[in-house]
Antibody, heavy 119, light 110 residues
Framework: QVQLQQSGPGLVKPSQTLSLTCSISGDSVSSHSVAWNWIRQSPSRGLEWLGRTFYRSRWYNDYAGSVKSRVTINADTSKNQFSLQLKSVTPEDTAIYYC?????????WGQGALVTVSS | QSVLTQPPSASGTPGQRVTISCSGSSSSIGSNSANWYQQVPGTAPKLLMYNNNQRPSGVPDRFSGSKSGTSASLAISGLQSEDEADYYCASWDGSLNGWVFGGGTKLTVL
């Protein structure tokens, strides 16, 4: 059974960097058949995919066009984790952030973390 | 505005059958599978249907899925009060190179 446990601050100031980590149990971040994603949900934007990282003999990343200039997703194989960094945040980035696994489809989700951008 | 289009609401009485639609494009549902998620407020979405019509283990066979062209549908038969939740469709979009979602349908059991 795959479990994803998210961690990170719930409050970030405008213009700063939002950082979240997702710890994986029951699978490996460097598994060849899956990808590791970040998705957010807000009343104004609904569910929005932010990007993914995956390993296929080397690491690959894909990012959503809406955040491509501000987002970085990295994997840490020593801790079996992956992380999200979103820089230069504004109140529009206030949302519930989820980490999730894809195995052809999004099958496992983290518990979600509300991140508020406010001074 | 979401890439996939769903009706914002649906309703039915216990025992009824309801259907939720999801409209996409040639680069999303037209070329890739549709997947469905159930979300109870305050919790993460839960996989309900994958590859258009496949149910994960534990999902009752009251739930069924279909796809035709650039649209997909989720049907719930024998509606129960516990089915009251938000339902989202999702698909990979080859043009956007990313996952796209519907805006969600709030199902009310009257």
């Amino acid at each position: 059974q795959v479990q994803l446990q998210q961690s990170g601050p719930g409050l970030v100031k405008p213009s700063q960097t939002l950082s979240l980590t997702c710890s994986i149990s029951g699978d490996s971040v460097s598994s060849h058949s899956v990808a590791w994603n970040w998705i957010r949900q807000s009343p104004s934007r609904g569910l929005e995919w932010l990007g993914r990282t995956f390993y296929r003999s080397r690491w690959y990343n894909d990012y959503a066009g809406s955040v491509k200039s501000r987002v970085t997703i990295n994997a840490d194989t020593s801790k079996n984790q992956f992380s999200l960094q979103l820089k230069s945040v504004t109140p529009e980035d206030t949302a519930i952030y989820y980490c999730a696994r894809t195995f052809g489809y999004i099958d496992y989700w983290g518990q979600g973390a509300l991140v508020t951008v406010s001074s | 505005q979401s890439v996939l289009t769903q009706p914002p609401s649906a309703s039915g009485t216990p025992g009824q059958r309801v259907t939720i639609s999801c409209s996409g494009s040639s680069s999303s549902i037209g070329s890739n599978s549709a997947n469905w998620y159930q979300q109870v407020p305050g919790t993460a979405p839960k996989l309900l249907m994958y590859n258009n019509n496949q149910r994960p283990s534990g999902v009752p066979d009251r739930f069924s899925g279909s796809k035709s062209g650039t649209s997909a549908s989720l049907a719930i038969s024998g509606l129960q009060s516990e089915d009251e939740a938000d339902y989202y469709c999702a698909s990979w979009d080859g043009s956007l190179n990313g996952w796209v979602f519907g805006g969600g349908t709030k199902l009310t059991v009257l």
